[in-house]
């Protein structure tokens, strides 16, 4: 097990964004420099209560001033970030 330190000024890509996924989010929202958040079904979710949802879906990505990123396009991340460290939530689907 890694010590919280070790996640410290990180880019972090948290993939799967249930409870697993949002308790290792608000755990390491003080911690790592940037969290990358990829979860389809999240997403489409959120933006189904917004009313540009369309619009917002092809721009893939959203911001939190936590420096939180959500992102539904896993290939943008990995390709315009350099992540450190990757957090697969239990029910992640690698169909996804």
Do not use: T, W
Not at 42 to 70: D, M, R, T
């Amino acid at each position: 097990m890694l010590s919280p330190k070790a996640f410290r000024d990180k880019n972090v890509l948290i993939l799967g964004y249930g409870k697993s996924g949002q308790s290792s989010c608000n755990l390491l929202k003080k911690i790592a420099k940037n969290i990358f958040v990829y979860d389809k079904n999240f997403l489409v979710k959120k933006l189904n209560n917004k009313k540009n949802n369309s619009k917002n879906i092809k721009n893939n990505l959203f911001f939190n001033k936590n420096n939180i990123f959500y992102e539904n396009n896993l290939k943008n991340i990995l390709k315009n970030n350099k992540i450190h460290f990757c957090i697969v939530s239990p029910g992640f689907s690698i169909f996804s």
